[in-house]
């Protein structure tokens, strides 16, 4: 069984940067995709991105480009989840989530990590 | 960008009342639509893969149909621990999309 063990709670000021981790066991990390999903407090759930470690390749969504970056440490079975120019609206709670099939449903979820943007 | 829309955003339910939420699609994505279960302070789980496939240890009570754009999640005789928000997904094509959600309290 798949297990996501995220980083702890993050306070940024706006226009900083805030790097999040996702550390993954009990599956073979290569084979499977991680995306990051974020939920803003009292909201629904959005999709920021994905990695395919064993293909190299990331997908983001438009609405992020140029602010984020995930990469995925195969040594470690780690994904990283990298936002830039943080600003109010992104705060949030960030999940990491595995899926088997790389278009498939989000199977296994992290924790969640709080993301707070404050002055 | 395919759009889900859930309906209904709330409701308000007697425990062992039926009930279902609809999720329609603004194109066809075929089988290729998940319904998940978020609980208060939790992390989303995952309930029903491909539009019908229940996974392993959720309650025979849920269940999933549809195909194209129409999806349904039925609970069947809802219990107290129901009371949840439920999101609807669609995977066919990037960047992966939810519904609204719908949040279901129990009387």
């Known amino acids: 069984q798949v297990h996501l063990v995220q980083s702890g709670a993050e306070v940024k000021k706006p226009g900083s940067s805030v790097k999040v981790s996702c550390k993954t066991s009990?599956?073979?990390?290569?084979?499977?995709?991680v995306s990051w999903v974020r939920q803003a407090p009292g909201q629904g759930l959005e999709w920021m991105g994905r990695t395919i470690p064993i293909l190299g390749t990331t997908n983001y969504a438009q609405k992020f480009q140029g602010r984020i970056t995930i990469i995925a440490d195969k040594s470690t079975a780690t994904a990283y989840l990298d936002l830039i120019s943080l600003r109010y609206e992104d705060t949030a709670i960030y999940y990491c989530?595995?899926?088997?099939?790389?278009?498939?449903?989000?199977?296994?979820w992290g924790q969640g990590t709080v993301v707070t943007v404050s002055s | 960008e395919i759009m889900l829309t859930q309906s209904p955003d709330f409701q308000s339910v007697s425990p062992k009342e039926n009930f279902t939420i609809t999720c329609r699609a603004s194109q066809n994505i075929g089988y290729d639509l998940h319904w998940y279960q978020q609980k208060p302070g939790q992390s989303p789980e995952l309930l029903i893969k491909s539009a019908s496939q229940s996974m392993s240890g959720v309650p025979s009570r849920f269940s999933g149909s549809g195909s194209g754009t129409d999806f349904t999640l039925t609970i069947s005789s809802l219990e107290a621990e129901d009371a949840a928000t439920y999101f609807c997904h669609q995977s066919i094509t990037l960047p992966h999309t939810f519904g609204q959600g719908t949040k279901i309290e129990i009387k």
């Open positions: 989530v595995y899926s088997s099939a790389w278009y498939g449903a989000f199977d296994i």
């Open positions: 009990g599956g073979t990390f290569s084979s499977f995709s």
